[in-house]
């Protein structure tokens, strides 16, 4: 678990950050959010103490940041950055072993572990490994970063708008990487983007901050689009947010009605779709109503007040 | 009349002239690369020194070599000494120059990235920076060479038995020949060619993942 308590952040009479307060769960996605001048990337770089608060306290399961080695901490910490920032005149293989390196591991571990972080990040060792960074694409070059970051298996990862520099399409498939990567490894990961909707894609939980680093809500992404706590956060969700949160939502969790005498709705959809694909699905129908399935399983069936309802 | 046949007739003298001059260049650059590389460090972190540095060893420069070597006669003596002395003052300027702009050149986001995955300044400077500043580095090396090669046989004038002992004989003396000043000339122009394509070499070996090959 990452603290922060009461941490701010001065530039001469700027206040960057003041005296954010924050809890961090293990094995979360934390992302920080906000417009430009929020504080979120300074906020981040305050846990691996790239740069240092004015005052306050950042802790790690309680242990003050401050009082460590600043090089073992961010040893301890996998770093993203948007840019990538990987070591052009090192291959893949070498970017990828440098905080193993860093940390005295032989030669036949690192190797073991650079082939499995390759593997993990789906760019096969055989072809990548001895790549320059140059000869890789955008998408490929923040795999590698991501892999670089997971070297020494941390328990941390701080990812600094790493999607942010990488077109649309690709992005997506990155994000979706990061969750299902997410599933298996279980890292703590504090993500910065000033794109809300990538935040609540891929948070567990948002912290929405505004200008000088205040932060205006911390919310699951369900609850921060269905009950925004200021008119700065509603606005920065911007429109459609009902709409957009059942993007968020799964037909499972509906409440689904049993099928009546008239039968089964020929349409269908599964029991793990969004229900704005299944919103989708019943705007579509010709009764308006939709039956749910689960593999060959009949869970039931789904229309727009069900869908209403459980988005309440 | 031949120049090769008058080089051949004087290998005993012009022989260990050589080796004295590539001694002297060697010493000279060795020096002048490790204050250069320091000094450089400091002038990329520093914009205040990089502008007094670069002012001073621009200024070294302008300083006539005959004048400068035998300035420092006085306070080392005659002989290789005083020469090269002055050859690091002279080699200094690129060398130090091209360090400084080969590691201010290196991507922040890949400084930032190293430090965030734990690295010390001085790993970051020996594993991150230096690498990627080498092939600039390399570049400045090969200029003060040249540069060094050429200079050296002003040092004749203060008694350093090198190369330029040939051309200032020739050039003292009434019965002096061309022959006998080429036979100081070439030799120079060969070190100096061969140790530019040496350094070129190693710049190129250096340049693995760099887009740079700053030019020497």
């Known amino acids: ?312 | 009349m031949s120049i090769i046949t008058y080089i051949v007739d004087n290998w005993g003298t012009l022989g260990p002239q050589a080796v004295t001059h590539i001694e002297i260049v060697a010493m000279s650059m060795a020096a002048a690369a490790l204050i250069g590389l320091i000094l450089g460090v400091f002038a990329a972190r520093s914009e205040r020194f990089s502008t007094l540095i670069l002012g001073v060893t621009s200024t070294l420069l302008t300083v006539p070599s005959f004048a400068l070597f035998g300035l420092l006669s006085i306070w080392v003596g005659l002989g290789n000494p005083p020469v090269i002395v002055g050859l690091v003052l002279y080699a200094l300027l690129p060398v130090v120059r091209n360090t400084a702009t080969g590691i201010r050149a290196v991507d922040p986001a890949v400084t930032d990235a190293a430090r965030g995955m734990g690295m010390s300044p001085i790993q970051v400077l020996a594993r991150v920076e230096m690498p990627l500043a080498a092939p600039a580095i390399l570049g400045g090396l090969r200029q003060a060479t040249v540069m060094v090669v050429a200079i050296a046989t002003v040092g004749a004038t203060v008694g350093a038995d090198d190369l330029g002992q040939p051309i200032l004989e020739a050039l003292g003396r009434s019965s002096g020949t061309l022959a006998q000043v080429l036979a100081g000339v070439i030799p120079v122009a060969l070190i100096g060619l061969t140790a530019d394509l040496i350094l070129a070499g190693v710049q190129r070996a250096l340049s693995r993942g760099t887009a740079r090959e700053a030019g020497g």
């Open chain 1, 1 to 312: 678990m990452i603290t922060f308590d009461r941490v701010s952040k001065r530039y001469g009479r700027v206040t960057a950050v003041g005296e954010l307060s924050l809890e961090i769960a293990s094995g979360e996605i934390v992302v920080l959010a906000g417009p430009s001048g929020c504080g979120k990337t300074t906020s981040l770089t305050m846990i691996n103490r790239l740069v240092e608060p004015s005052s306050g306290t950042i802790s790690i399961d309680g242990r003050d940041t401050a009082g460590m080695d600043v090089n073992a901490l961010r040893r301890s910490i996998g770093y993203v950055i948007q840019q990538v920032g990987l070591f052009p005149h090192q291959t893949v293989a070498e970017n990828i072993a440098t905080v193993p390196r860093l940390a005295g591991w032989n030669r036949r571990r690192i190797a073991a572990r650079v082939e499995e972080l390759l593997e993990m990040v789906g760019l096969p060792p055989v072809e990548y490994g001895r790549r320059l960074p140059a000869e890789l694409s955008g998408g490929e070059r923040q795999r590698v970063g991501v892999a670089r970051a997971l070297g020494a298996d941390p328990e941390i990862l701080l990812m600094d708008e790493p999607f942010g520099a990488i077109d649309p399409v690709v992005r997506v498939r990155l994000q979706n990487e990061l969750l299902r990567l997410q599933k298996v490894l279980h890292k703590t990961i504090v993500f910065v983007t000033h794109d809300i909707d990538e935040a609540v894609r891929i948070g567990d939980r948002v912290a929405l901050l505004s200008q000088g680093g205040v932060l205006e809500q911390y919310a699951r992404p369900v609850e921060l689009l269905a009950h925004p706590a200021s008119p700065f956060v509603a606005q920065f969700l911007g429109e459609g947010r009902m709409v957009r949160r059942l993007a968020l939502l799964r037909v499972r969790d509906a409440h689904l009605a049993e099928p009546n005498g008239s039968g089964l709705p020929a349409e269908t959809v599964g029991a793990d779709a969004s229900l704005r694909d299944a919103l989708d699905a019943v705007l579509r129908a010709e009764s308006g109503r939709v039956t749910v399935r689960d593999a060959d399983t009949v869970l039931g069936v789904i229309d727009s007040e069900s869908i209403r309802e459980a988005s309440r």
